[in-house]
């Protein structure tokens, strides 16, 4: 028999997943006095994408996590919740392209000199020339950067990283994403930039976050933050209830009633409230609703589609291996798309400051060669793809662990806004009492500070009745009060999308 956990008189909210936007919901809503049920299908820990692993003492991300916002409210809560548990870490990530390193963001001066003379010289002939004869229009991803930089550059330092990462050719990705993750990387404000250092933003909203040479990071890493967040719903009473997996959304009469969960020995437990807010992925979110959504809508979101991510983390024999957080990898020869070295980003990453922890990053779909390969054969292919790059040689890697993530990135393709679409204007007409929040609830590429200002907005609205709209929340936007309901737009820092057909 299911354990039936009653509805309060007052409000309360019931948070599908505990990652970054929903427990930053949950802490909202306990600040303003609003009852709230966490459940997340991780049966050891919080914190979603931005959690922290840990595999013998070696504490590595999934991906790297930089704790920096144009927002000074999403600043002013990290701030709050973890303190002086908050480094300040200086930024260094470079290029690694035919054994050589760039300095990344791009600075012309090291690009060019690191090309030599005659490249560097065929890559300004080829700025110049898509200067004077740009691509009218462009469609797609290749076209717009080649207008920006120049053909021999694009294939340099866009190109084989970008296809690395979505498992698409820059042939058929829009030029949308490019326009808005690189649009102040033109080769004329790098070259401005390096000409004129002295001239910097004045305002925070102005900084360009890609650009940022600096951010804080906690010292045990991402998931500290999301642990202390979870520490503090469990001293108010409400703590998060690990290893639920969400096995049903019961409805009726136009409102969510309930949320049940299994565990992973098939106990059930069913969460009533007043309230739901899911981060959990939209495509799972629908096919669990009971009654059934009509065939429309879910059809749309059986059609979103996810880009999903290995970590490979090694353990090296030797203090340093380089002085970068991170490095992408540009070299077509090898499958890794970049590399971590989580010591840089905090010395408490570990144990032994006589050694190293590499996080081997491979982007993958579930279920192709590499998500199926076995951890024991990644962790050697990690281990020689290290090697072949020069970082260190096999006999210094002494551990190694593999950790998989689903659903880590949403695709756009060239049909997610009308499928979004489909799905938002169901919910909002047939359970409007059922809020979507992050990146994987909104199918949003949002950075984390991104899916924490859509969770502040949420549980705002829930705990006060407020019309702000968390759809508004995108990679320029700074705050948001401003923004009201019923505006259509997906927002959002936009990935790359297919080129529509025609």
């Known amino acids: ?23 930053t919901a949950a802490y909202e809503l306990l600040k303003r006095e ?34 920096f916002s144009k927002n000074d ?24 392209y035919r054994g050589r390193f760039f300095a990344y963001p791009i600075k012309a001066a090291n690009a060019l000199w690191n090309l030599g003379p005659l490249e560097a010289v065929l890559c300004m002939a080829s700025y110049a020339r898509a200067r004077l004869q740009p691509v009218k229009n462009p469609r797609t991803l290749e076209d717009w950067v080649r207008n920006q930089f120049g053909w021999r550059l694009f294939n340099i330092f866009f190109k084989t990283y970008t296809e690395k990462v979505w498992g698409i050719s820059t042939k058929e990705l829009s030029a949308d994403w490019a326009a808005q993750r690189i649009k102040s990387l033109d080769l004329w404000v790098v070259l401005r930039s390096a000409l004129f250092p002295g001239r910097k933003p004045t305002r925070r909203g102005a900084i360009v976050t890609t650009l940022i040479d600096k951010f804080r990071y906690p010292r045990l890493g991402p998931g500290q933050m999301w642990e202390r967040v979870a520490e503090i719903s469990d001293s108010k009473g409400h703590p998060v209830l690990l290893g639920r997996s969400v096995a049903r959304i019961s409805h009726q009469n136009n409102r969510v009633r309930a949320v049940t969960t299994q565990t992973a020995d098939g106990r059930t437990e069913t969460h009533e409230g007043t309230h739901f807010i899911s981060s959990i ?21 059986d059609s979103l589609s996810y880009r999903d991510f290995i970590s490979v983390a090694l353990m090296i024999d030797r203090a340093n291996v380089f002085p970068d957080n991170w490095i992408y990898i540009h070299d077509p020869g090898v499958r890794v798309g ?40 990644l962790i050697a292919l990690a281990t020689q793809e290290l090697g072949r790059l020069g970082m260190c040689s096999s006999g210094e890697v002494f551990d190694g662990v593999v950790v998989r993530q689903q659903k880590a990135y949403p695709v756009y393709d060239d049909r997610y806004q009308d ?14 009492n059922l809020h979507l929040a992050g990146r994987n609830g909104m199918h949003k590429y949002n950075n984390q500070d991104h899916s924490m200002m859509t969770a502040l907005l949420v549980a705002r609205n829930i705990a006060t009745g407020s ?34 057909a025609g």
């Open 1 to 23: 028999m299911p354990t039936l956990i009653a509805e309060g008189e007052r409000k309360h909210v019931i948070v599908m997943g505990a990652g970054p936007a929903g427990l």
């Open 34 to 67: 609003v009852a709230v049920t966490v459940v997340e299908k991780d049966p050891k820990q919080v914190g979603g994408l931005a959690r922290t692993v840990e595999h013998n003492g070696y504490r590595f991300d999934i991906g790297g996590h930089r704790f």
């Open 73 to 96: 409210e999403v600043e002013s809560l990290w701030s709050e919740i973890l303190g002086p548990e908050l480094l300040n870490r200086g930024r260094l990530s470079r290029i690694y």
């Open 281 to 301: 992925p939209i495509r799972e979110l629908v096919a669990r609703l009971d009654p059934p959504a009509p065939e429309k809508v879910r059809k749309a979101a």
């Open 338 to 377: 970049r590399i971590q070295n989580f010591k840089n980003w905090s010395p408490d990453m570990v144990p032994d400051p006589a050694k190293t922890c590499l996080g081997l990053e491979y982007f993958c779909f579930e279920g192709d060669g590499l998500w199926t390969m076995p951890d024991k054969e």
């Open 419 to 432: 499928n979004v679409a489909v799905v938002r204007d169901y919910l909002a007409a047939a359970l409007p």
């Open 467 to 500: 019309l702000l709209d968390p759809w508004k929340v995108n990679a320029d936007a700074v705050y948001h009060e401003d923004v009201r309901a019923g505006e259509r737009d997906l927002g959002g820092r936009l990935v790359p999308e297919r080129v529509p």
